[in-house]
């Protein structure tokens, strides 16, 4: 079920195959960091078409994630953990047979053990924006980022042949502040069996067609969606929304002065706003200080009424929610609501 693959003959090009190709005995292998995206994908990348290139913005993202990866391992070392870091120039490959038709790739990013206790575990490292790193430590990474968790599950059983709790280390690309999530080992076993459920069809697939180009699989996502704006064969797959990218939403046609305008009015509407809001936050804290310092909630000032408003606020420590309940339990329990805004700078 299991091999690992190391030495220079791992080196090169080891973290820039294609996300999918067939071998000589009729398998198609799937990189594990691509294991959970469209089939639709790996099919054109296992057949030889031509990926787009990634721009400058993806490829400086796509590096500082990499050259971050190390500086994360070396934390977790300075806060008790013991790491053993895969070797850059020749990284530990693993290959696990996860169906008789599909094999799955890749380098796990490190292994490690956790100051106090616990056994050896994968870890995978990811760096995040602070919006994607607030969203994965409040929902977990099962909901946030499920393609981490199905990468560390395939790493583990690749490894070590079991499932075992794995490690999901991340760093705020802004903040430069890291923490990380345990999946415990029973849901990296279901993490690896969904794994295995989205990949059997491409086996079959395979099995049907053979390695034909033409014989395409479904689209497993909607022309729109941020897989497909973000998908190296966008053009192939849905040639005309490789140019207008955008939702079939209805939208009003402001002209580029009416926007302009609008910034303009933002602006000055806020400047004429910040100096009353300044002297109201110095007036308030005078008034707090004068009313902590009389020991009364409630005065009559000026003929007005001032209060001392005393107000609790409950936190939820999301890190340990996460470790309790499986990501089906705390759907129902942590809701996501999403809305859109503009903001100036
Ligand atoms: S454009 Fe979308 S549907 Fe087509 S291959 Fe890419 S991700 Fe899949």
Same mark, same amino acid.
């Given at each position: 079920?299991?091999?690992?693959?190391?030495?220079?003959?791992?080196?090169?090009?080891?973290?820039?195959?294609?996300?999918?190709?067939?071998?000589?005995?009729?398998?198609?292998?799937?990189?594990?960091?691509?294991?959970?995206?469209?089939?639709?994908?790996?099919w054109?990348?296992?057949?030889?078409?031509?990926?787009?290139?990634?721009?400058?913005?993806?490829?400086?993202?796509?590096?500082?994630?990499?050259?971050?990866?190390?500086?994360?391992?070396?934390?977790?070392?300075?806060?008790?953990?013991?790491?053993?870091?895969?070797?850059?120039?020749?990284?530990?490959?693993?290959?696990?047979?996860?169906?008789?038709?599909?094999?799955?790739?890749?380098?796990?990013?490190?292994?490690?053990?956790?100051?106090?206790?616990?056994?050896?575990?994968?870890?995978?490292?990811?760096?995040?924006?602070?919006?994607?790193?607030?969203?994965?430590?409040?929902?977990?990474?099962?909901?946030?980022?499920?393609?981490?968790?199905?990468?560390?599950?395939?790493?583990?059983?690749?490894?070590?042949? !079991? @499932? $075992?709790? #794995? /490690?999901? +280390?991340t760093?705020?690309?802004? &903040?430069?502040?890291?923490?990380? =999530?345990?999946?415990?080992?029973?849901?990296?076993?279901?993490?690896?069996?969904?794994?295995?459920?989205?990949?059997?069809?491409?086996?079959?697939?395979?099995?049907?067609?053979?390695?034909?180009?033409?014989?395409?699989?479904?689209?497993?996502?909607?022309?729109?969606?941020?897989?497909?704006?973000s998908?190296?064969?966008?053009?192939?797959?849905?040639?005309?929304?490789?140019e207008?990218?955008?939702?079939?939403?209805?939208?009003?046609?402001?002209?580029?002065? !009416? @926007? $302009?305008? #609008? /910034?303009? +009015?933002?602006?000055?509407?806020? &400047?004429?706003?910040?100096?009353? =809001?300044?002297?109201?936050r110095?007036?308030?804290?005078t008034?707090?200080?004068?009313?902590?310092?009389?020991?009364?909630?409630?005065?009559?000032?000026?003929d007005?009424?001032?209060?001392?408003?005393?107000?609790?606020?409950?936190?939820?420590?999301?890190?340990?929610?996460?470790?309790?309940?499986?990501?089906?339990?705390?759907?129902?329990i942590?809701?996501e609501q999403?809305?859109?805004?503009?903001?100036?700078?």
């Amino acid at each position: 079920m299991k091999e690992t693959v190391n030495g220079p003959g791992a080196q090169a090009g080891a973290y820039d195959r294609p996300s999918a190709s067939f071998d000589r005995e009729g398998h198609i292998e799937v990189r594990a960091s691509a294991a959970m995206s469209c089939r639709r994908a790996l099919w054109y990348a296992a057949t030889g078409h031509e990926p787009a290139p990634p721009d400058e913005a993806s490829l400086t993202v796509l590096e500082t994630g990499r050259s971050l990866e190390p500086v994360v391992l070396r934390a977790m070392q300075r806060a008790g953990w013991e790491v053993a870091p895969t070797d850059a120039n020749s990284p530990m490959g693993v290959v696990l047979q996860l169906t008789p038709i599909v094999k799955v790739t890749g380098h796990p990013d490190a292994t490690g053990t956790p100051p106090l206790f616990g056994g050896e575990a994968v870890i995978e490292v990811k760096t995040r924006g602070p919006a994607a790193f607030r969203r994965w430590q409040t929902l977990g990474a099962e909901r946030s980022h499920p393609d981490s968790v199905a990468q560390a599950a395939l790493y583990t059983y690749g490894l070590f042949g !079991e @499932a $075992r709790d #794995a /490690v999901i +280390a991340t760093m705020d690309t802004a &903040e430069r502040a890291w923490d990380h =999530e345990v999946i415990p080992a029973e849901r990296v076993e279901r993490a690896l069996e969904r794994t295995r459920e989205w990949l059997a069809p491409l086996g079959a697939h395979h099995a049907t067609h053979g390695a034909n180009p033409e014989a395409l699989p479904d689209r497993d996502f909607e022309a729109g969606s941020w897989r497909c704006n973000s998908c190296p064969f966008l053009a192939t797959c849905l040639p005309g929304d490789a140019e207008e990218t955008g939702t079939d939403e209805e939208r009003p046609e402001v002209s580029d002065e !009416e @926007a $302009r305008q #609008a /910034v303009a +009015a933002y602006v000055s509407a806020r &400047e004429a706003l910040r100096e009353p =809001e300044g002297a109201k936050r110095q007036a308030l804290g005078t008034l707090k200080a004068w009313m902590r310092h009389q020991g009364s909630a409630k005065a009559e000032l000026a003929d007005h009424t001032v209060s001392l408003v005393r107000s609790t606020r409950y936190a939820v420590d999301h890190k340990r929610l996460n470790a309790l309940l499986d990501a089906e339990t705390r759907k129902e329990i942590v809701t996501e609501q999403t809305s859109e805004s503009v903001r100036i700078n």
